[in-house]
């Protein structure tokens, strides 16, 4: 057993990583938020182009080949970056939507509790959307619809979600920590006070937590890791952005400082794939099924 | 990443096994947990047959990996815990084996791993609990010997310990973290007085431990005179990084018990507490998760677990407790009952984000040295 990132997969975060800051970092997020509901196309098909949606696509089919866990690499980095864009449903969609896989098309999903991520702005609908509604997303970078029905719900969709989860949890951590280092309050940085060091810490905790259900269920697939992931990772995620928050006082409530939109979108995706009660009833139920 | 184990892993996990079905049902019935004479003998007794089946080392001399599949099926099995032997071979064998020299290996070592001598640890003083570097038993060099005075707390199992991996302020005069020696204090020496301390879950599981001019052996030192702080840090992240890991796996069993508890009174019905138990269930998964992480890593970094056991330790010990008191609330009013499955180990849940470092320190270590944060106030 070698449950570590292996040198490829480190290298895989790494270029996607890089690839974010360059092309999304703080600045055109600004812009990503001044212009609501305009998906920038130019950079869906650079993520094309890089493979993130074709990552987990056969190499004889034209994609790269990769399994799960670097998808869940690949959609951890997202997160972190607040990439937006209906990007679950796009890369589900590689290989059975023209255009998917290479960032030509933008698909939209209906999602598991009936909402629909960025259907105006979609070339392509998979599910139900007709009678679709428009609803005032409480995420500015995720226009929302409501479906009268939701859909079934993929796996994967579950796992993917919960990993830019992971990834947004480990970033508000580190904005968290980061602040509470260089902001001076009585003489002294913030973070030196136990109840600021006790907040970074559990977030800290469940962060790594989730990191480590999240990547086993990228490993076994198993439907009660992805389960799991998915409860750590809402969790770790939504408390994590409000602690975060807290941590960084006014200017944490202040429109110009990302936590609040980290904790928005956390609060879409903790919905995308169904309600959390399915999973802990799923695991719940799971308790009395004879053990593996 | 890769969950799989390697055919030798899986090779010894057979083997373990078999070894296993074929033993325990040959084990004496377990002793009253207020016994303990029995409990030693039973607990090295154990101990015993795993050193003469190849096993006794497993808990140094293996691979974390390895260590881990012992863990995972021993508790899978219902095979004893390590009990009176904690920290022998969690510790205080750890501990020897990386910083003793040849000559304490051979004298220490082998009568751990053969189930012959149980250790206790005599860190806890009244006022040096958290502030461990706090301690002030003092012991003065007379010839050979060290003379030391002083007085110890908490000492799980001191009653029934053959030795004790004793802190001891060697120079008063000293910064605090330094001055500190780490000493093998055999518990039958003139001069120790032992008085059982009762526990809330009723029993004598620790003690007060008190010196008089116990003259030990300066060849009983470990490490250098006044070095024993890092010394003692050696053996801490052994206590926080691996020796709680068995126990995930019995958490998960008593989840599986709990359920078909519920399932049978009917509080199965109330959803609140089915998701309650869902949701456990995810959470001590996630913790077995975290667990291989850690093993994983410590095995890639040459064995030492790091400070993600502080990690582990407090997420895992604030979810055993949340663990007993839904077994409560499965339970209702049977839950007053002391002799209902799981109610005497609700009580002692409670010891959990205290011993080894409470709640609070944990949270101060992550902060300062995994986050970086200024030093505490
Ligand atoms: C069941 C059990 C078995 C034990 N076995 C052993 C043993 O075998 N050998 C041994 O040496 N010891 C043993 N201990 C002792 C254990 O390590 C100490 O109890 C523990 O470290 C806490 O110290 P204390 O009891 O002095 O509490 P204190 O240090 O007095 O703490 C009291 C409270 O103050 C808080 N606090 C203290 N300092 C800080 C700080 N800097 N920041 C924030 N909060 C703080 C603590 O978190 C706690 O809530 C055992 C304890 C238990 C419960």
Redesign the interface.
């Known amino acids: 057993m070698r449950f570590q990132l292996t040198e490829d997969q480190r290298a895989l975060r790494e270029g996607v990583r890089e690839l974010l800051t360059r092309r999304f970092g703080p600045q055109a997020l600004r812009v990503a938020v001044e212009e609501p509901g305009r998906l920038d196309r130019a950079l869906w098909r650079e993520l094309g182009a890089a493979g993130f949606f074709a990552l987990r696509l056969p190499e004889e089919r034209g994609g790269v080949g990769l399994g799960l866990p670097e998808a869940v690499l690949a959609f951890e980095e997202a997160g972190r970056a607040l990439l937006p864009g209906p990007l679950v449903a796009t890369h589900l969609a590689a290989g059975g939507v023209p255009g998917a896989a290479d960032g030509e098309a933008v698909v939209a999903d209906v999602g598991g509790s009936g909402l629909v991520e960025w259907l105006a702005e979609a070339d392509v609908v998979r599910g139900e959307a007709a009678g679709a509604v428009p609803l005032r997303s409480v995420d500015p970078l995720t226009p929302l619809h409501r479906a009268p029905e939701g859909a079934g719900v993929d796996p994967a969709a579950v796992l993917l979600t919960a990993a830019e989860q992971l990834g947004s949890a480990t970033r508000v951590c580190e904005l968290a920590a980061q602040h509470a280092r260089t902001r001076e309050q009585f003489g002294r940085p913030i973070g030196a006070f136990q109840a600021v060091q006790h907040l970074c810490a559990e977030m800290l905790v469940r962060t790594e937590t989730a990191r480590a259900a999240v990547y086993a269920a990228a490993v076994t697939a198993d439907p009660a890791d992805v389960d799991t992931a998915r409860l750590l990772a809402d969790e770790a995620a939504a408390r994590g952005a409000r602690d975060c928050l807290q941590v960084h006082g006014g200017m944490g409530f202040t429109w110009e400082f990302e936590v609040h939109l980290h904790l928005k979108r956390t609060w879409v995706r903790t919905h995308r794939t169904g309600s959390a009660t399915d999973s802990e009833e799923r695991m719940a139920a799971e308790l009395l099924a004879e053990p593996a | ?6 055919p030798e ?1 899986e090779e010894f996990r057979a083997r373990l096994r078999e070894w296993l079905a074929k033993v325990l049902p040959t084990l004496p019935p377990k002793p009253s947990p207020d016994d303990w004479p029995a409990r030693r003998a039973y607990d090295l007794g154990w101990q015993r047959m795993l050193h003469d089946a190849g096993y006794g080392d497993v808990h140094w001399g293996a691979s974390p ?1 390895v260590r ?1 599949i012992f863990l995972e099926e021993t508790e899978k099995a219902g095979a004893p815990y390590v009990g009176a032997g904690f920290v022998g071979l969690l510790h205080a064998g750890p501990t020897i084996a990386a910083e003793g020299t040849a000559g304490q290996r051979e004298r220490w070592l082998p009568p751990i791993l053969r189930g012959e001598e149980v250790w206790c640890q005599g860190f806890s003083e009244p006022d040096a609990g958290s502030d461990l570097a706090a301690l002030r038993t003092r012991a003065r060099r007379d010839g050979d010997d060290y003379v030391v005075s002083g007085s110890k707390i908490w000492t799980s199992h001191a009653e029934v310990a053959d030795w004790c991996e004793l802190l001891v302020r060697t120079d008063p005069d000293a910064p605090k973290h330094r001055g500190i020696t780490w000493l093998a204090m055999p518990m039958d020496a003139p001069g120790i007085t032992v008085r059982p301390l009762k526990t809330l879950a009723g029993s004598a599981e620790f003690a007060e431990v008190f010196l008089d001019e116990v003259r030990v052996p300066v060849a009983n030192r470990v490490g250098e005179e006044n070095d024993g702080w890092r010394v003692t840090m050696v053996t801490l992240s052994f206590e926080r990084g691996t020796a709680f890991v068995g126990e995930v796996v019995a958490c998960r069993r008593v ?2 018990e ?3 508890e519920a ?1 049978g009174n009917g509080r199965w019905d109330d ?1 609140v507490l ?2 309650r ?3 456990l ?3 001590f ?3 077995w ?2 667990t ?2 850690n ?3 410590a ?2 970094v040459g064995g030492v677990p790091g400070v ?1 056991g502080s ?1 582990f330790k ?2 895992y010990s604030h979810a055993r407790q949340e663990l007993y008191d839904t077994a409560a609330d499965v339970l209702g009013p049977a839950s007053l009952d002391l002799d209902r499955p799981w109610m005497l180990d609700r009580l002692s849940s409670l010891s959990y984000t205290i011993a080894a470092g409470t709640s ?1 320190i ?3 270590i ?3 040295r ?8």
Request: charged share 30%.
């Open positions: 990443m890769d969950l799989t184990y390697t892993e990996t881990l989840l599986r709990l359920a078909a399932r959803p089915r998701r138990l869902g949701r269930n995810a959470e998964r996630a913790l998760r975290l291989q992480w093993v994983s890593e095995e890639a993600g990690v407090l997420r609070q944990q949270r101060n992550v902060a300062e995994i986050l970086g944060l200024p030093k505490g106030r």
